[in-house]
């Protein structure tokens, strides 16, 4: 487990990152959301050690991990412009961090390798954007780190590519519990694979939740009412949060269990009604809103 320990940085006396306290279980895909300057780089950077805090700590496994080679062996760091030999080749890389990374695998290497269409022997200079997003994905996939920290690691690949990547961590999660921690300023982007999620804002930590927690409190309900005064019986029995009307069709996003939800509604006069899924930015709409922030003011590309 990643543990992060009332962390702080500060650069020329600005705070980038202001007592964060937060854990990022083992097994498990941790979503950082946060606007370009929140912060999520420089706790990512001090998370893998690469830089101290001023205050606090970040523990890997009970580990202090700043200077410390035993924690650090835990985890690989693809930054957001990932640092290559300046004349390089991708086996250039791959031999670096096979002395830096004792698990790291060749063969996994040159297998991803050919798999994505590079060459090993290309100078990376001439990678495009995204091939050199993708080398640094194979090298943290082949380190077999126990942790794989993902600082916009997305972008500049194309959705494709983004889908086969997201299948890649699945597929190490499954087969020896990879941890990966994946940074965005975009909630879309981590829709799909993220257990939990922290959003950052101005250096600190707003929110930290468990998704399954959040869908399960959170109830999106599509129905039509025999009668007007309906909803406002609904109004009365529940707490709605969120209510859209579009001619006779009401779409609301209710605050509690789904069963308990579903009872009130049960009891309503209905010609129809059904729970529909949520989305990620849905739910931190939701959940924002209550503790004083409007998240689309925070996020970009919601």
């Not at 760091?77 to 004792?102: C, K, L, Q, R, S």
């Not at 943290?140 to 299948?167: H, I, N």
């Not at 829709?191 to 959170?218: A, P, S, Y």
């Amino acid at each position: 487990m990643i543990a992060v320990k009332g962390i702080t940085k500060r650069f020329d006396g600005f705070p980038a990152v202001d007592r964060i306290d937060c854990e990022m279980k083992e097994g498990m895909v941790f979503g950082l959301i946060g606007t370009n300057g929140a912060g999520k780089s420089t706790l990512m950077r001090m998370i893998s050690g690469v830089i101290r805090p001023d205050e606090g700590e970040a523990l890997i496994d009970d580990l202090p991990v700043y200077d410390n080679p035993e924690a650090k062996k835990k985890v690989f760091f693809i930054a957001d412009e990932p640092y290559f030999f300046a004349h390089g080749n991708g086996t250039d890389m791959a031999e670096y961090y096979a002395m830096v990374y004792p698990t790291f695998d060749k063969e996994e290497f040159y297998k991803l390798m050919t798999q994505f269409g590079l060459d090993a022997k290309r100078k990376i200079g001439s990678y495009s954007k995204g091939m050199k997003k993708q080398l640094a994905i194979i090298l943290g996939l082949s380190a077999k780190t126990d942790y794989l920290l993902c600082d916009e690691t997305f972008d500049g690949l194309d959705p494709v590519m983004r889908q086969g990547v997201k299948s890649l961590m699945a597929k190490e999660m499954g087969e020896r519990g990879l941890t990966p921690v994946i940074a965005s300023h975009n909630l879309r982007e981590l829709e799909d694979i993220c257990d939990t999620v922290g959003l950052l804002h101005r250096g600190g930590i707003l929110f930290n939740r468990d998704l399954d927690d959040m869908k399960c409190n959170i109830q999106k309900i599509q129905c039509v009412f025999e009668k007007d005064d309906e909803l406002e019986k609904a109004k009365q029995k529940c707490d709605i949060i969120k209510s859209d009307q579009r001619g006779s069709l009401h779409i609301l996003t209710v605050r509690g269990g789904r069963e308990e939800v579903m009872k009130v509604f049960d009891s309503l006069d209905t010609v129809f009604c059904e729970v529909l899924p949520l989305t990620l930015e849905e739910i931190f709409i939701s959940e924002t809103e209550v503790v004083g922030y409007d998240i689309k003011k925070l996020i970009l590309e919601v």
